[in-house]
């Protein structure tokens, strides 16, 4: 099968910089107009968080097609996903990938097979051993693919990870 390249969505990513630029507007007003101590901390924790935002997100789009990698790399082995930081997702440690929903939401939640899953958690540096902790807690999974920002749909995604995934264990059988 083919390599699927996702890119993050130029049009939503401008979007999201203009909202997050809306929030650094209001905040400005609610310092100007702070009756205490508590709305002028939270007034510039709005104003760095948002404003902080509204650069990221373009800066993140505009780099992979720069670049010229992609958000998300799916093979026939493995997903890829660049932000930050690469993580790979190798498809013969996964039993089963599933569409969840967190608020508006849609992501692909990766459940590993049983013993490869407390391995992960087990030798994982403290920092990642927090966050699949946190993921656990809140969505039943150490692992996820987010879609934020792409425009893809979640279970026609899902549905082409599963498909890779059969394909991966029939390839194994033969």
Not at 61 to 71: F, N, P, S, T, V
Not at 133 to 144: A, G, K, T
Request: charged letters at 20%; one cysteine or more.
């Amino acid at each position: 099968m083919e390599t699927i390249k996702i890119n993050y969505s130029l049009w939503r990513m401008l979007v999201a910089s203009l909202v997050c630029i809306a929030f650094v507007a209001v905040s400005v007003f609610h310092l100007e107009h702070a009756k205490d101590h508590f709305a002028t901390v939270m007034s510039w924790i709005s104003i760095v968080f948002f404003g902080f935002g509204s650069f990221l997100l373009p800066y993140v789009a505009l780099r992979e097609r720069i670049k010229g990698y992609a958000y998300l790399t799916i093979t026939d082995e493995e997903v890829i996903t660049r932000t930050m930081r690469t993580s790979v997702i190798c498809l013969a440690d996964v039993e089963v990938f599933k569409v969840a929903h967190h608020k508006l939401s849609p992501f692909i939640s990766v459940r590993y097979k049983r013993d490869l899953e407390k391995r992960k958690l087990d030798y994982a540096e403290p920092r990642c051993r927090s966050v699949r902790n946190l993921n656990i807690s809140f969505i039943n999974v150490q692992s996820s693919i987010i879609l934020i920002g792409t425009g893809v749909n979640a279970e026609m995604l899902c549905h082409i990870l599963n498909e890779r995934l059969e394909n991966l264990k029939k390839s194994v059988n033969q």
